[in-house]
């Protein structure tokens, strides 16, 4: 018997969503019309594979440990290792969220 996953809140810009646990955080966000990329990178991004970097977003929640591509990758700029960004398209949903994405192509500026 399939027992129905647990659904958490997502905060994004101004709108609040549900999500499945354990489903992928970039693909819940385009499923609701919303971008993890910023200008151009809607277009130009790896499509999730965690190899372009555009999708770095900054969440306030608990979320999986970073997979090895995604510590890879956010240690070359314009990220930094110690900017406390992750990729949205490495993040499996287990807990609310609040999400924020800051500006710039690579969403990596902060304030």
């Known amino acids: 018997m399939l027992r129905d996953k647990k659904k958490y809140q997502i905060q994004f810009q101004t709108q609040e969503f549900e999500a499945s646990e354990g489903d992928n955080l970039r693909n819940v966000l385009l499923k609701n019309k919303l971008s993890p990329h910023n200008g151009a990178a809607v277009y130009l991004n790896c499509k999730g ?9 900054e969440i306030k929640g ?10 890879v990758r956010l240690r070359f700029p314009p990220h930094k290792a110690d900017a ?22 690579w ?5």
């Open 62 to 71: 608990n979320v999986n440990s970073k997979s090895s591509i995604e510590k």
């Open 107 to 111: 969403g990596s500026h902060t304030k």
């Open 84 to 105: 406390g960004l992750r990729l949205a398209c490495q993040i499996r949903v287990n807990s609310d969220l609040t999400l924020l994405k800051h500006e710039g192509f």
């Open 49 to 57: 594979f965690g190899t372009c970097g555009t999708c770095a977003i």
